[in-house]
């Protein structure tokens, strides 16, 4: 961090974090957690998925979270009859007998993917182009999403009939894996009351595009010690069973574990949660932060883990 320019912008970020995060308080009562992590990749250029059950205001907090950084939001309903052109959109014959690309409702800023695992595979891997490239292809042409560009996917844990699990492959282009939990009974007895009365909260837009894409490279800048580096690979490797540097709990409680980009994005969520709480580098205590949203769709637990009940989360705690 050399740049007056990046300097003046890492010592922003804290407080514009804070004031975004209060915009979307005005709108959605707790899942602080949640928020920071949906904020977290945001300015790593990252992708989340959101599991919980119905009604816990997920499409709620991700339009919120759009209008406070003035950005282009588009819901996709995800259903078992859904074509991959019903994403990315499709070409047809205009007046003039011409070819002519339809833009699907991809082609925003920020795309709730709603009960992503509700879709076949086929649809699923059509988002995975636009997840990885920022790009879509059609009718052999190449067409560039705008930027920035974030996918919030959600799924439903408990309706498993007619679904179709992501796999691996794809689970691994989201940088973070969020539970929701229910309120406690303080929040839901003041959602209650926020929500069914005459009056409509409405929220300040904080941010433009053009911050955030300069947010997200000041982010990148932020120094980290070979020490950390080092820390975030041992980690990853603990979480693989049957490995020169596997942990004891990867052994026993773990089909597979974690492949590299899971220490990419440990270190860059970390280097964003530093920045976000004033700090100029990262530390140990920064991994820590975002560990379980980075690991926890990486690792796979096996039968004796589900026989046991023995918790991602429990086999991460204990691998610190």
């Given at each position: 961090?050399?740049?007056?320019?990046?300097?003046?912008?890492?010592?922003?970020?804290?407080s514009k974090v804070n004031k975004l995060k209060s915009e979307v308080g005005k709108v959605i009562v707790g899942q602080e957690q949640i928020v920071?992590?949906?904020?977290?990749?945001?300015?790593?250029?990252?992708?989340v998925l959101m599991v919980g059950v119905p009604g816990l205001a997920k499409t709620l907090l991700v339009k919120t979270l759009a209008d406070s950084m003035s950005l282009d939001f588009n819901r996709i309903q995800?259903?078992?009859?859904?074509?991959?052109?019903?994403?990315?959109?499709?070409?047809?014959?205009?007046?003039?007998?011409?070819?002519?690309?339809?833009?699907?409702?991809?082609?925003?800023?920020?795309?709730?993917?709603d009960e992503i695992n509700r879709t076949p595979p086929k649809t699923q891997s059509a988002?995975?182009?636009?997840m990885q490239e920022r790009q879509v292809t059609a009718g052999g042409r190449v067409y560039q999403l705008n930027e920035p560009f974030f996918v919030l996917a959600t799924q439903n844990p408990i309706e498993q009939e007619g679904t179709y699990p992501l796999p691996e492959a794809q689970l691994d282009r989201f940088m973070y894996q969020v539970l929701l939990d229910y309120p406690s009974f303080d929040q839901e007895v003041q959602i209650?009351?926020?929500?069914?009365?005459?009056?409509?909260?409405?929220?300040t837009p904080v941010l433009s595009a053009e911050d955030i894409l300069a947010f997200q490279k000041v982010v990148r800048q932020v120094p980290v010690t070979d020490n950390v580096f080092e820390y975030v690979v041992k980690l990853v490797q603990k979480t693989r069973p049957n490995t020169t540097g596997a942990h004891e709990m990867a052994n026993k409680y773990l089909s597979y574990g974690a492949g590299p980009r899971a220490g990419q994005n440990l270190i860059l969520g970390a280097k964003c949660n530093a920045l976000m709480n004033g700090k100029f580098s990262v530390d140990i205590e920064d991994i820590h932060a975002v560990m379980n949203w980075v690991l926890s769709h990486r690792v796979v637990r096996n039968f004796k883990a589900e026989a046991e009940g023995i918790s991602t989360a429990n086999i991460i705690a204990k691998m610190i």
């Open positions: 961090m050399t740049n007056s320019n990046t300097i003046e912008l890492a010592t922003e970020f804290g920071t992590a949906l904020v977290n990749a945001i300015f790593c250029h990252g992708h995800f259903t078992p009859d859904l074509m991959p052109s019903d994403i990315i959109g499709s070409e047809i014959l205009d007046e003039n007998r011409q070819f002519k690309f339809i833009q699907g409702p991809v082609f925003a800023n920020l795309i709730l993917a988002l995975l182009e636009a209650l009351k926020q929500t069914t009365g005459s009056d409509k909260t409405s929220v």
